[in-house]
């Protein structure tokens, strides 16, 4: 009777290793922690990691997917989206410099220096 227990037990055991569903939740650990190991890796390779720190400053521009041009500002806890159009606007105002286009396609703002003399 004891060698028929001992036969019984060691079957039960055989098919708790065999279960293939056994593994899924190790490799979901392991994805888990790769895609955390990524995003660091990412934020420091980067050198973005300002972007998720509460007391920094930074400016960011961005092209939507329609083609219009997005400047995103974060001033502390404050971030600010502002939308880039081609609009001609009037008003008073002073007159700061000019910007040149270069071949390359890079713009180059010269101020302009104090006295009006260029």
């Not at 060698?3 to 392991?30: Q, Y």
């Not at 922690?33 to 960011?60: C, K, N, P, Q, R």
């Not at 008003?91 to 040149?100: H, V």
Request: aromatic content about 6%; hydrophobic content about 40%.
């Amino acid at each position: 009777m004891k060698s028929r227990l001992r036969f019984t037990r060691s079957r039960l055991e055989s098919a708790h290793h065999d279960d293939p569903l056994a593994g899924v939740a190790n490799l979901f650990d392991a994805s888990l922690a790769f895609i955390v190991a990524m995003a660091l890796a990412l934020f420091s390779v980067l050198g973005s990691t300002d972007l998720l720190s509460a007391d920094a400053t930074w400016t960011l521009t961005r092209q939507t997917a329609d083609g219009e041009l997005e400047v995103v500002s974060k001033t502390q806890q404050q971030v600010k989206v502002e939308r880039v159009t081609d609009r001609q606007l009037s008003g008073q105002g002073e007159r700061l410099g000019t910007a040149y286009r270069l071949p390359d396609g890079q713009v180059v703002y010269v101020p302009e220096q104090e006295g009006g003399a260029k």
